[in-house]
Structure formats: structure tokens, C-alpha cells
């Protein structure tokens, strides 16, 4: 079992042929066995060792966008075990960018089976030292990559069953997909395939969050009778009584930078609610959108 770096987030890797090894990154992350795992391949070649079939539309998003942030759902190979699976017939492939990441997989030569490397449920990591602080002693090695360049995980797309679902939106979006695709790939719906980064908690700091609307914000610090962290687009007011105010990155790329790592600290400042001024609403901060109401409580 090692913890390494990707262009996304932190994952914690173990032989993606070997069911002892990946029972144990599931027990460490506290991980329901019934959660499907991305494999992460080296090279291309290895997708036809764990999928059945590739079709046209895979072939073409795997020659655009790997490495790279994107995770591909497919039918899977004959022989490939219900425990990466969550007993599914699917099986979600990714070769990951990150320079690190891929000279594991070379050196290793089989598939990694890897989740991101935190305890079920909490924020990702994006740097090692939140490895270190989520998991510690239970991992036997981390790779230190430093920061992680996206800040979020891959765009999970979905291509198993004709029409391409849209799983997990990410760096690469939905526009990035449908144009590659030369079809605008489907929302996830109610017959979706089950994945625990598509449950309505996850990703949570373990503090209290709420999203708060930009028409709202001013009412709703004044009003907050806690401590609050802020997770904000504007700049701190003269009179700040916050235990911690951040003031995001204004574009979505650096915004999701930082935004695990921000949730982070905003968990660690001895608040008890953290405050987060809700994005625009515009496509290109769909996958913040996303994380962020994943994130928040209720
Ligand atoms: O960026 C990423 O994808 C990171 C890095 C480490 O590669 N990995 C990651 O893994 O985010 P994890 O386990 O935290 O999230 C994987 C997501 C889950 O939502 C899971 O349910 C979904 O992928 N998934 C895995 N296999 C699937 C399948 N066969 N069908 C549908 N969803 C699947
Ligand atoms: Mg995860």
C-alpha cells in the first residue's frame, strides 16, 4: 500500500490484482466494501486487461485527455473481481498525469487500484502532509509530490451503456466531453450506478458548513451568533470577529486549488461553522459547485 501524488487529489494505491491488498486500503479509509475503486493504468495498452470492451468514444477521450484528469466507466473484463467493482459490471480506469504517479505504475507494471488517500467521507488531501494527518501510521509509504495541481478529482464519465453519462464533473468538462465526444454527455439519473463520491455527503470538513448566497451574506455573517471560518469571495471586513477568512481565488481552476486545502484549515481554526459564499453560477465552476454542495451539512 503507498500513498502517492496525482495531477487531482492524493490516492492510496495497492495492486489492483490482489483482493488482500486492496481490502486493506479499504479497511484504513474505513471504506464500505461495497464502493467501486478507480484502476489506474500506465499506459492505454492495459485497458483491455480489466474492460471487455472499448468503444469508439473511450478510444477517442483516452486519446485526448490521457494522462490526464479523466476516469473512464466501462464494461468490465472477464475475470475482473466484484472487490474493485462494488460487484458492478463495471470497472472505472484512469491513467493519471502526474509525473510521479505514472513512474509508480511504470516501475509496478500492473494496475493500481486507489481512492483518494483520506478517511471515508472527509475531505480529499492534496498535499502529502494531509495524508499524514488523515491516515498517518496506518499507510506504510507516501510519495511526496508537494500540491497537488487541480485540487479536485478527475471527471468520471461514464461510457458502459451506450449514451455517455456524466458521473463526477472535474477539470475536464462538460463541454471539454461533448466536444470531444461530438455528444453532450447525459446528467447522472436516478438508474446511475452507485458511487459514494456521488452521495449527497462527502467530501466534508467535519465541522458544520453552509452555503450562503451572495444576496444573503451580508445578513448572514451578521447574524452568525458562532464562531464562524469564512470561505469567501470578497475580501475581510475592517470588523471581523471570524475565527479565519479566506478570501478564494476569484477564477474556478485556482478556486478548486485550494479548496480542499482551505476547507482544511477552516476546520482547524477552532471554529464551530464554517461559511461558505456560494460561486457563480456559470459552467465553468460546475465541479466547485458540486464539491462544495457535497460538502456542506444538510
Ligand atoms: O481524481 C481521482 O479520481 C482520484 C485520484 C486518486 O485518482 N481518485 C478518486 O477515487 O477520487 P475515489 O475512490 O475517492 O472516487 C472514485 C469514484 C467514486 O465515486 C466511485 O464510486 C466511482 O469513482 N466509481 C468507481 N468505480 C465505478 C464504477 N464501476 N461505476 C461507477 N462509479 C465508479
Ligand atoms: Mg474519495
Known sequence: MVAFPTETVYGLGADASNPAAVARIYAVKGRPADHPVIVHVGDPEQVARWARDVPDPAKRLMARYWPG??????????????????????????????????????????????????????????????????????????????????????????????????????????ADLAAALGVAPEARGRGAPRAPGTLETHYAPRQPMRLVGSSRWIEAIQSASMR?????????????????????????????????????????????????????STADWAAVRDRLARARSG
Open 69 to 174: 484528469p479523466l476516469t473512464l466507466v466501462l464494461r468490465r473484463a472477464q475475470g475482473v473481481g466484484d472487490y474493485l467493482t462494488g460487484s458492478q459490471d463495471t470497472i472505472a480506469l484512469r491513467m493519471p498525469g502526474h509525473p510521479i504517479a505514472l513512474e509508480l505504475l511504470r516501475e509496478f507494471g500492473g494496475g493500481i487500484a486507489a481512492p483518494s488517500a483520506n478517511k471515508f467521507g472527509h475531505v480529499s488531501p492534496t498535499t502529502a502532509e494531509h495524508v499524514r494527518r488523515d491516515l498517518g501510521a496506518e499507510v506504510d509509504l507516501i510519495l511526496d509530490g508537494g500540491p497537488c495541481e487541480i485540487g479536485i478529482e478527475s471527471t468520471i464519465v461514464d461510457l458502459s451503456r451506450g449514451t455517455p453519462v456524466l458521473l463526477r464533473p472535474g477539470r475536464i468538462s462538460e
Open 228 to 280: 464562524i471560518g469564512v470561505l469567501a469571495l470578497r475580501s475581510k471586513p475592517q470588523r471581523d470577529t471570524s475565527t479565519m477568512w479566506i478570501e478564494a481565488r476569484k477564477e474556478p481552476q485556482g478556486y478548486a486549488h485550494d479548496l480542499y486545502a482551505n476547507l482544511r484549515a477552516l476546520d482547524e481554526s477552532g471554529c464551530n461553522e464554517i461559511l461558505v459564499e456560494d460561486p457563480p
